[in-house]
């Protein structure tokens, strides 16, 4: 048996365009993701038995930290067949900490399936994801899973879709009880009821044309509004429907499918993963309505030697080849896997591809279809795939690959800045050499993790989403790379910003016998809105300063501003104007105006108001009604801003924006606090002001 789940892969592989899905499972932490991949690997049969998280079985969360946590750390690829339609699959994580693995497998799918809670119905997190995939305009469809869960409700699950997430929905299904009694669904379209009961694992169930009378009239009711929905997207469907003629399966099934790729109507199917029922109706849709790559047509891009200039690829093999670098994974076995999205053209081990944002040549030594963790070598690689490439050494995560004679650059990944950090140092003498590359290497995987050296203290410091990743890459460096590490308390990244407009001088001279040095440049600062960033002008008349030394005085800045007036945290958020200065015909340089940019922003930062920025988390706490009061109270002492609360069944969902510094150890302390039975999620939501009295605190703590 395991023999035949080998080869399905490798069959038919060349596929054509329009019976491949790429697509990836997105949802809030805990909604069923794995699980439901999990289902989709079996009934597929990709695998032949079901993998549990709880038993730690599961084929897409394949890490050990992931079998121990039950939880997805890392989105892995897999593929898979269903009705003659090829489907890549990616799973992504639902924690926040680990968004960088969302944001770069959504920049690379076609389609997306939105996993949501029944009971808990759009969380913070499933919001997060759904603004990411809207970025990269990522049409999907929503399956509310855990319909056995106590407190499910499917139409207040629909109605928090339409109201949080601001889109129409298309409802599919009429589900069969909720909560103990959920046995399947009524499919609207077809009127096909189908119940999963006599088989456990749920690969075989009922299908039959009588609807229970209890069901009728709703199902009537709901189909009629979803006729009318379809029809509302295409004039020609709407011109029949209002001339009262029947619309059929297949003219609505093709309606729906052009306005789910329109981005129009998500449609909406039920079920419960754990429990093995309405998966199968799931991949239908996935079928259906989802688009190929036919049907997105093209992908834009830029022509390396003129930005300005555009370019596109068509989707299909015949086209130049081009592809996206979207994930690094350093395999024990095999090296440094580069994941790549093939958008064009095709690409053969042992050929050689270009990347026009590096400008080198790179040599393809092997090409693999991933499967979790688990690869099969292929000889070639064709649009729409996505593969691992063994022996690309200089491509990073967000680069292109492409055919050198027709270059293209597609469009980058963006990622968020990273809020937390720890110093770190080796346990040996030993460890010190071996945590320098394991450092390096984990840093190539994950582009929100940073690592720096204070250049005071001597000590390396890593950054992060949360503590929860932190805490992850530094077990992993442990397992993976063999070093032992002492880690110190996690600390806040602070930023610093300037309040008032101000002009200031930076003059450098030095004279040492021989040629001196000469830079003499004036400057204006001026605060910019909160995350705005930094802004360089050059307003510079009549030759005061030569056009060669511009870019030195915005380097002198650039540089100085990572180390702040206040307590040498990077400044963030202002203008800087060169508007005048003066040079020397022989003794100026490019050094002597880079340190004169430098001088002459320290200078006015000092002057300019500077204020420290902290960053703000949106907090989310779901807890039993009898301790609300008291997670309140504790928020309030948190310098909490309550925005507001939620009921939701027997639970109150507490909505709040907390400083981060006020955060740690929080987890513990909402347990004591709930005996255990309130629990909290958090994002990063935007930097504000430190209080001055806090500010004080903070500044003679960094001092000291």
């Known amino acids: 048996m395991a023999q035949q789940q080998q080869s399905i892969v490798t069959k038919d592989r060349n596929v054509p365009l329009d019976k491949i899905r790429n697509i990836g499972i997105i949802a809030h932490i805990d909604a069923g993701k794995t699980t439901t991949t999990e289902r989709i690997l079996f009934y597929t049969g990709r695998t032949y038995k079901i993998g549990d998280i709880d038993e730690g079985t599961t084929t897409m969360d394949w890490m050990d930290q992931e079998r121990e946590r039950g939880i ?6 897999t593929t898979t067949f269903w009705k003659d339609t090829r489907i890549n699959i990616i799973d992504t994580p639902g924690h926040v900490d680990f968004t960088a693995e969302v944001e770069r497998s959504l920049r690379v799918l076609d389609g997306g399936v939105t996993v949501l809670d029944a009971e808990e119905g759009v969380q913070s997190q499933s919001e997060t994801v759904w603004h990411q995939a809207d970025k990269y305009h990522v049409p999907r469809i929503c399956f509310i899973n855990k319909m056995d869960k106590v407190g499910a409700d499917f139409r207040h699950t629909i109605k928090m879709i339409e109201e949080r997430l601001g889109v129409k929905t298309a409802v599919m299904v009429v589900p069969m009880g909720s909560e103990s009694t959920y046995k399947g669904n009524i499919d609207l379209l077809t009127r096909k009821v189908l119940v999963w009961g006599s088989d456990e694992l749920g690969a075989k169930f009922d299908v039959s044309d009588e609807i229970p009378a209890e069901y009728k009239e709703e199902v009537e009711t709901s189909r009629a509004a979803l006729i009318e929905r379809i029809a509302e997207t295409d004039d020609t469907l709407l011109e029949k429907y209002l001339n009262g003629e029947e619309l059929s399966i297949d003219e609505l099934k093709a309606g729906l499918r052009k306005a789910t790729i329109a981005y129009k109507l998500v ?26 790559p036919k049907d997105l047509g093209h992908i834009e891009g830029v022509d390396p030697k003129d930005e300005t200039k555009k370019l ?25 896997l580069t994941y790549v999205r093939i958008y064009s053209g095709t690409v053969k081990s042992g050929s050689y591809v270009y990347n026009p944002n590096k400008g080198v040549k790179e040599r393809v030594g092997r090409i693999l279809l991933m499967h979790a963790n688990k690869r099969e070598e292929i000889d070639e690689a064709y649009a729409g795939e996505i593969v691992a490439l063994v022996g690309v050494k200089d491509t990073v995560t967000g680069n292109t690959v492409c055919d050198e004679s027709h270059p293209i650059v597609l469009e980058k990944i963006t990622f968020p800045d990273p809020v937390i950090s720890l110093a770190i140092e080796p346990k040996t003498k030993s460890d010190q050499e071996k945590m320098g590359y394991a450092l390096q290497r984990l840093s190539e995987e994950d582009p929100t993790f940073k690592i720096k050296t204070n250049i005071e203290t001597n000590q390396t410091i890593i950054w992060g989403m949360g503590e929860l990743h932190l805490e992850i890459l530094v077990d992993r460096m442990k397992r993976e790379f063999k070093v032992d590490a002492n880690v110190g308390a996690p600390q806040v990244a602070y930023k610093e910003t300037i309040r008032k407009l101000v002009e200031a001088e930076g003059k450098y001279i030095r004279q040492s016998g021989g040629r001196g040095q000469y830079g003499h440049c004036l400057i204006r600062l001026e605060p910019k809105a909160r995350g705005e960033g930094y802004e360089f002008v050059n307003q510079v008349k009549g ?53 004169a940019g430098s001088m002459a922003f320290q200078s006015g930062a000092k002057q300019a108001d500077p204020v420290l920025l902290e960053p703000i988390m949106k907090v989310e706490v779901t807890t039993p009604d009898e301790y609300m009061g008291d997670v309140i109270g504790d928020l309030g002492a948190k310098r909490a801003q309550i925005m507001g609360s939620q009921k939701r069944g027997t ?26 039975r309130a629990t909290y ?20 703590a960094k001092v000291a």
């Open 267 to 292: 449609p909406i199917y039920a079920g419960t993963s754990l429990r093995n029922k309405g998966v199968q109706p799931l991949l239908d849709a996935v079928v259906d309505y989802l688009p190929s």
């Open 543 to 595: 030759g005061a300063i030569p056009n060669e030394f511009i870019p030195a005085v915005d380097k002198g800045v650039r540089e100085a501003k990572e180390n702040g007036v206040i307590a040498g945290y990077p400044m963030v958020d202002f203008k800087c104007t060169l508007y005048d200065g003066t040079y020397h015909d022989v003794d100026s340089s490019e050094v002597a105006f880079k340190i």
């Open 72 to 77: 997805t750390i890392v989105s892995a690829a």
């Open 312 to 336: 596109t690829r068509k989707l299909i093999n015949e086209e130049s080849f081009s592809g996206l670098a979207f994930k690094i994974q350093i395999d024990p076995h095999v090296g440094k």
């Open 651 to 676: 639970v109150t969902v507490i909505l709040a924006l907390v400083p981060l510094s006020e955060l740690s150890g929080y987890a513990t302390q909402l347990r004591s606090m709930s005996k255990g």
């Open 681 to 700: 999620y958090m994002e990063p939501s935007h930097y504000q002001e430190v209080p001055r009295q806090i500010q004080e605190k903070i500044v003679s």
